[in-house]
């Protein structure tokens, strides 16, 4: 029987080697290199410097098996403790904020509508946070979870999200800037389809001409699937989506 977490650690040890031989990297260098890991594990970001560069491609490895509609990142913000919502989202007038609609029907990989299936839904506040993580805004704003109803519908209102910059103030965000890169992530909606019998299907939604849409920092948006040309109707945008999820084995 073959070892698989042998497998799996001597091919990262590898592909480390094979990177400090292509760039010549000198002792110092190496020593900075670790003395950076001991500080992003004091600052307690390993989790954001793993998702910054490696969630995608775990991510992307889901998506080659499956059925259903594609995945994209959790991210830090979900929480399963929030209102159920029917027509409305609560947000904060005082935030101010575009009206958004998000709607569409939850299929099976059949095409047969999925009726009872939890909509889980989260956006960032106008100012670019998330509630619950935001010291003047509680969980139950600008997040909630909806059922799908006849035909698998689904229809909720709630503000049009902003992009925002993850976390950048600690060494993740100092590596980023050393490298000439940025911390911002598009506008997107955060969507995590569940019914019992079903694999719960986690991804995003983008607009279409968004900024960062395309250089994203944590290279979100696996497909263009969910890059939702934005319309509007009555004075509010909509962002109409069809999710198919595919039966647990
Ligand atoms: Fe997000």
């Not at 989260?122 to 059922?147: A, E």
Request: hydrophobic share 35%.
């Amino acid at each position: 029987m073959t070892n698989r977490l042998d497998a799996v650690v001597s091919s990262i040890v590898e592909g480390v080697r094979n990177a400090l031989r292509e760039h010549d990297v000198t002792f110092e260098e190496y020593r900075k290199g670790f003395k950076f890991m001991m500080d992003v594990a004091e600052a307690k970001e390993l989790p954001l410097l793993m998702d910054l560069f490696l969630n995608t491609t775990i991510v992307e490895i889901q998506n080659r098996q499956a059925q259903g509609s594609p995945s994209d990142l959790e991210g830090p913000y979900f929480r399963s403790d929030v209102p159920l919502v029917t027509d409305k989202i609560k947000t904060m007038p005082e935030f101010g904020g575009t009206p958004l609609v998000l709607r569409g029907h939850v299929k099976d990989t059949d095409g047969n509508p999925v009726e009872g299936a939890t909509i889980f839904v989260w956006s960032s506040t106008p100012d670019g946070k998330y509630s619950g993580f935001h010291d003047n805004i509680p969980v139950d704003y600008y997040r909630g979870k909806l059922l799908s109803g006849a035909g698998g519908a689904y229809s909720v209102e709630s503000t049009v999200p902003v992009p925002y910059q993850i976390k950048n103030n600690g060494p993740t965000g100092a590596l980023l800037e050393a490298m000439g890169r940025h911390s911002w992530r598009p506008a997107h909606v955060h969507y995590k389809i569940r019914k019992d019998g079903y694999k719960d299907l986690t991804t995003q939604a983008y607009f279409e001409g968004g900024e960062w849409v395309g250089d994203d920092c944590c290279e979100g948006k696996l497909t263009d699937d969910f890059v939702i040309a934005e319309t509007v109707e009555d004075g509010k945008h909509v962002m109409d989506i069809d999710f198919v999820i595919e039966r647990a084995a």
